[in-house]
C-alpha cells in the first residue's frame, strides 16, 4: 500500500485508514494472528509496516509485542473476542511493564466465538475487565472514517506518551465495509516520538518525575541496566512483594493515567439549545444516532447528541454532560446496555433509557421512537 494521497474522493474501507494512520503516527511492527473479522488489518498491515511478524497465535503475538516495544518499536495488533480473550494476561503483563502497544479489537457478535460476519458491541466489558485489580487501559472507540484516521493516531501517540497499552475498538462494520470518502479531510499525523532517558548515572526503570512515567531506555542500549518487570516490583525494577515502594508504584499506574485524562478525551457533543433529552452513542451505531438526530429536529424535537470515543476510563467530562439533560439515551449494539451499565450501575434511574439490539445494526427509527416515548 502508497501513502495516502489527499484531495479527492475515495472509495475505501476503514482497515487501510486505521492501518496508514498508525504507521504514520510513529507505529513501527505489526504482530498478528489473522482473525475474522480483522482480517483486512491483518493484510494491510503485510505491505505496510516496516515490520510484519505473522504469529503462530494471539498469546505469542503479544509476547513478541512485549520484545518489539522493549526495543522502542511501538507494535500494534488486530483481533477479535477469541483472540483477545487468549491475550489478556499478557497485556496484563504489558501494562505492568509499562510496555507502548495498540491493541485493535475489533468487535463481532457474541457469545463464544460469535458470529464472525455479524458484528455487535459487545466487548465493552471484557475491554473494561481486561486488568486485573480494578485498573484501567486507555480505549479508544472508532465512530467514523475521520476517527479511523485520527483516533488511530491518538491511539499510538498515547501509547507512547504514557508507557501504556493502548486499545481502540472498532467494528466489523466500521474496517471491512467500503464507504465513498473525502481524502481532504484527514489531517496532516506526525510521528510521536519516544521520551528517552538523558541520566548519565542512576539510571531506574521505574522512577519517576511529575508527569508519573518513568523515562524510557530500550534493552539493546549499553550504557544501564534496564528491567522490564511484570510482577510487583520497586522503582529500580526488582521484584518485591507488598512493601511501600512497590504498592505505590503499582498504584501509580492508575494514578497515571488519572492525571493525564484530559490528553486522551476525545468526544463528540452536539449540543442543542433547550433539548431535554440527550443521545449518547459509540462505534457503528453513533452512524444511526447521527441521522435519528437530525430527523429528530428535522420534525421539530429537541435533542443533543454525545458520542463517546475515549471509553476507557469513563471521563467525568461526560456525566457533567448528561447531568444537564431529562433523559438520556444510550443505544448500543449489545444484549443488555454494557456501557450504560458501567456508567450508571445495574438499577439506573428511571430517566437513564437504553436501545438495544443483537444480531443486527440498531436503526435511527428505533432510537427516535425511544427519544420521543414519553414513559
Same mark, same amino acid.
Given at each position: 500500500?502508497?501513502?495516502?494521497?489527499? $484531495?479527492?474522493?475515495?472509495?475505501?474501507?476503514?482497515?487501510?485508514?486505521?492501518?496508514?494512520? +498508525?504507521?504514520?503516527?510513529?507505529?513501527?511492527?505489526?504482530?498478528?494472528?489473522?482473525?475474522?473479522?480483522?482480517?483486512?488489518?491483518?493484510?494491510?498491515?503485510?505491505?505496510?509496516?516496516?515490520?510484519?511478524? #505473522?504469529?503462530?497465535?494471539?498469546?505469542?503475538?503479544?509476547?513478541?509485542?512485549?520484545?518489539?516495544?522493549? %526495543?522502542?518499536?511501538?507494535?500494534?495488533?488486530?483481533?477479535?473476542?477469541?483472540?483477545?480473550?487468549?491475550?489478556?494476561?499478557?497485556? $496484563?503483563?504489558?501494562?505492568?511493564?509499562?510496555?507502548?502497544?495498540?491493541?485493535?479489537?475489533?468487535?463481532?457478535?457474541?457469545?463464544?466465538?460469535?458470529?464472525?460476519?455479524?458484528?455487535?458491541?459487545?466487548?465493552? #466489558?471484557?475491554?473494561?475487565?481486561?486488568?486485573?485489580?480494578?485498573?484501567? @487501559?486507555?480505549?479508544?472507540?472508532?465512530? &467514523?472514517?475521520?476517527? +479511523?484516521?485520527? %483516533?488511530?493516531?491518538?491511539?499510538?501517540?498515547?501509547?507512547?506518551? @504514557?508507557?501504556?497499552?493502548?486499545?481502540?475498538?472498532?467494528?466489523?462494520?466500521?474496517?471491512?465495509?467500503?464507504?465513498?470518502?473525502?481524502?481532504?479531510?484527514?489531517?496532516?499525523?506526525?510521528?510521536?516520538?519516544?521520551?528517552?532517558?538523558?541520566?548519565?548515572?542512576?539510571?531506574?526503570?521505574?522512577?519517576?518525575?511529575?508527569?508519573?512515567?518513568?523515562?524510557?531506555?530500550?534493552?539493546?542500549?549499553?550504557?544501564?541496566?534496564?528491567?522490564?518487570?511484570?510482577?510487583?516490583? &520497586?522503582?529500580?525494577?526488582?521484584?518485591?512483594?507488598?512493601?511501600?515502594?512497590?504498592?505505590?508504584?503499582?498504584?501509580?499506574?492508575?494514578?497515571?493515567?488519572? %492525571?493525564?485524562?484530559?490528553?486522551? @478525551?476525545?468526544?463528540?457533543?452536539?449540543?442543542?439549545?433547550?433539548?431535554?433529552?440527550?443521545?449518547?452513542?459509540?462505534?457503528?451505531?453513533?452512524?444511526?444516532?447521527?441521522? #435519528?438526530?437530525?430527523? %429528530?429536529? $428535522?420534525?421539530?424535537?429537541?435533542?443533543?447528541?454525545?458520542?463517546?470515543?475515549?471509553?476507557?476510563?469513563?471521563?467525568?467530562?461526560?456525566?457533567?454532560?448528561?447531568?444537564?439533560?431529562?433523559?438520556?439515551?444510550?443505544?448500543?449494539?449489545?444484549?443488555?446496555?454494557?456501557?450504560?451499565?458501567?456508567?450508571?450501575? $445495574?438499577?439506573?434511574?428511571?430517566?437513564?433509557?437504553?436501545? &438495544?439490539?443483537?444480531?443486527?445494526?440498531?436503526?435511527?427509527?428505533?432510537?427516535?421512537?425511544?427519544?420521543?416515548?414519553?414513559?
Amino acid at each position: 500500500m502508497t501513502e495516502i494521497s489527499t $484531495n479527492q474522493m475515495a472509495f475505501i474501507d476503514g482497515s487501510r485508514l486505521i492501518t496508514e494512520a +498508525c504507521v504514520q503516527a510513529g507505529a513501527q511492527a505489526f504482530v498478528g494472528y489473522p482473525i475474522t473479522p480483522a482480517n483486512l488489518l491483518y493484510s494491510y498491515a503485510n505491505q505496510r509496516y516496516p515490520v510484519m511478524m #505473522a504469529a503462530p497465535d494471539e498469546i505469542t503475538t503479544l509476547q513478541w509485542m512485549t520484545g518489539y516495544a522493549s %526495543l522502542g518499536k511501538l507494535p500494534v495488533t488486530a483481533t477479535a473476542f477469541p483472540g483477545y480473550a487468549l491475550m489478556i494476561e499478557s497485556i $496484563n503483563m504489558a501494562m505492568m511493564m509499562e510496555l507502548p502497544m495498540v491493541i485493535i479489537l475489533v468487535q463481532r457478535l457474541g457469545p463464544a466465538t460469535g458470529t464472525a460476519t455479524a458484528g455487535a458491541q459487545g466487548d465493552i #466489558a471484557v475491554v473494561h475487565g481486561t486488568v486485573s485489580g480494578g485498573f484501567q @487501559l486507555p480505549t479508544f472507540c472508532i465512530s &467514523n472514517l475521520n476517527d +479511523c484516521w485520527e %483516533l488511530s493516531a491518538k491511539a499510538v501517540e498515547t501509547a507512547i506518551s @504514557l508507557r501504556t497499552p493502548v486499545v481502540l475498538l472498532t467494528s466489523k462494520e466500521m474496517v471491512m465495509t467500503q464507504m465513498s470518502f473525502d481524502m481532504s479531510s484527514l489531517i496532516e499525523i506526525k510521528p510521536k516520538a519516544w521520551k528517552y532517558s538523558d541520566k548519565s548515572n542512576d539510571y531506574k526503570s521505574y522512577d519517576v518525575d511529575e508527569s508519573l512515567v518513568p523515562e524510557f531506555l530500550p534493552v539493546s542500549q549499553n550504557q544501564h541496566q534496564v528491567r522490564f518487570t511484570a510482577s510487583t516490583h &520497586n522503582k529500580a525494577g526488582i521484584l518485591q512483594n507488598t512493601s511501600p515502594e512497590a504498592l505505590d508504584n503499582s498504584r501509580r499506574l492508575k494514578t497515571k493515567l488519572d %492525571l493525564h485524562a484530559q490528553e486522551f @478525551l476525545y468526544y463528540e457533543y452536539d449540543q442543542q439549545q433547550e433539548a431535554e433529552t440527550i443521545v449518547l452513542s459509540f462505534d457503528i451505531t453513533a452512524q444511526a444516532a447521527r441521522e #435519528a438526530v437530525l430527523r %429528530l429536529r $428535522n420534525e421539530g424535537t429537541k435533542v443533543s447528541l454525545l458520542v463517546a470515543k475515549t471509553l476507557f476510563p469513563i471521563p467525568e467530562r461526560y456525566y457533567d454532560i448528561l447531568n444537564g439533560y431529562k433523559k438520556v439515551v444510550i443505544a448500543e449494539e449489545n444484549n443488555d446496555g454494557q456501557y450504560r451499565r458501567f456508567l450508571f450501575g $445495574n438499577q439506573p434511574h428511571a430517566h437513564i433509557k437504553g436501545v &438495544n439490539v443483537m444480531g443486527r445494526m440498531i436503526q435511527p427509527e428505533e432510537i427516535m421512537k425511544e427519544v420521543q416515548h414519553n414513559g
